[in-house]
């Protein structure tokens, strides 16, 4: 049939053929289940790969499939990838758990193989079997990975009455979710393990966070989490400006409502990266990264004390990836990624910061300065002057006790000049 894939066996002396547009990689998805989950067709791409790539538990579960020369992926993982790459035209197959384009081997290869030149099998993913035996809606139910990462990516999910999925890096993964929830305030939650699902060992067995009883946990394994929240809990609103009080500081902090509109003129993309110059706290690139998973930032702090501060923050706070620079800008500026968007919190009247900051800005990104001082203030009057922008004064009053009455307390205000480098955003 026209447009039909073709596997063509060969002689065990020769090389297999490529199957037909010259796609020399293929990427199966294996479950637990072994060779009864695999279609025709899949079965049919692992007997005809000259190599096959995989874990050894893969590579077991393909067992007589595999006819051609077996790798196990050696470590560390980037050499693997080296591996596949340097067989580039030859019949390269890759075995991967369930789906390989989710958090998979398959994503990393597509950055640098073309999709014209390989071809998949997904099988169903671990988030696919688990809402199956669970009775979930998977477009309703939150999904993440701490497979290889921090555990503290959980918390920014942690909402009351959410449903979420976990994968997990080995047996003792349920149990550090739980304990982590049950520090936050979460431990009325309800945890499933789903372990080795899809095959003859699938187990499926439910505790409280709090005092987690579970043992014996299989190594394959992810948690289900009914997220239920007591008082006190640290539930991180969706929103910019957070509470000041979760945040550990030492006064140098861009407090909550300043923030919030800081946060706001940054104007974060998709994808982009943020330099906050003076981080202190580390609360502008906190909010930054937990508007979407896909955000990054740069702290950069000169003070040791606050730059560990900022680390345990973005630890507390769920954006464990947060990269905190130790040294004094502009200096420390050298060799950092070209930045989207740059917030200067502090600093911005030493020499040369705010001319490296428009340097080094993207066409098409954004700069935030704001000033407390009336030195610094000027500065921004004379670049908003000379380059344009938006130049805004920020005021805010709290309600405090004033001998046993009610008054208002004002803040430093904060002046904001805001800018946007020409040209086309890349």
Excluded: Y
């Amino acid at each position: 049939m026209p447009g039909s894939e073709t596997i063509v066996s060969t002689a065990s002396t020769a090389e297999p053929a490529l199957v037909d547009g010259g796609r020399w990689l293929t990427l199966v998805g294996i479950g637990e289940d072994g060779l009864d989950g695999l279609s025709p067709a899949a079965r049919s791409a692992v007997e005809a790969a000259s190599v096959v790539f995989g874990g050894a538990r893969h590579l077991a579960l393909a067992g007589d499939a595999v006819k051609g020369e077996a790798r196990a992926w050696p470590t560390p993982f980037a050499r693997g990838i080296e591996q596949v790459l340097a067989l580039r035209g030859r019949n390269v197959c890759v075995l991967a758990s369930g789906d390989p384009f989710l958090h998979g081997v398959g994503a990393t290869l597509a950055r640098q193989v073309p999709a014209g030149e390989m071809r998949a099998f997904p099988a169903p993913s671990a988030f696919s079997l688990a809402c199956a035996r669970l009775g979930w809606p998977l477009a309703e139910t939150g999904c993440l990975t701490v497979h290889g990462r921090s555990l503290d990516l959980v918390r920014a999910h942690l909402h009351p009455g959410r449903r979420l999925l976990v994968l997990t890096s080995d047996g003792a993964g349920p149990g550090e979710i739980a304990r982590l929830l049950a520090e936050s305030g979460f431990g009325g939650s309800t945890l499933s393990v789903l372990e080795a699902l899809g095959g003859p060992r699938a187990r499926v067995r439910r505790a409280p966070a709090e005092g987690f009883p579970l043992a014996d946990i299989d190594p394959l394994n992810l948690v289900a989490i009914e997220v239920a929240a007591g008082e006190g809990a640290r539930i991180l609103a969706r929103a910019p400006g957070l509470p000041d009080e979760l945040f550990e500081h030492d006064g140098q902090l861009t407090k909550r409502e300043i923030r919030a509109v800081t946060l706001s003129a940054l104007a974060p993309r998709r994808g982009e990266l943020l330099w906050d110059i003076g981080a202190g706290a580390g609360s502008i690139g906190i909010e930054w990264m937990l508007a979407d998973p896909s955000l990054t930032a740069i702290g950069i702090e000169e003070r040791p004390e606050r730059a560990a501060r900022a680390r345990r923050n973005a630890d507390a706070l769920g954006v464990p990836g947060l990269e905190i620079v130790e040294g004094r800008a502009p200096e420390a500026l050298s060799g950092l990624p070209a930045p989207d968007a740059i917030f200067v919190g502090g600093g911005a009247g030493e020499p040369g910061v705010l001319e490296a900051a428009l340097e080094a800005l993207r066409p098409g990104g954004r700069l935030v300065v704001n000033a407390v001082t009336l030195e610094t203030e000027a500065l921004l009057i004379a670049r908003h002057a000379a380059l344009g922008g938006a130049l805004v004064r920020l005021s805010v009053a709290r309600a405090v006790p004033v001998g046993g009455l009610t008054g208002w307390r004002p803040a430093m205000p904060v002046t904001q000049w805001s800018w946007t480098k020409p040209g086309a955003v890349s």
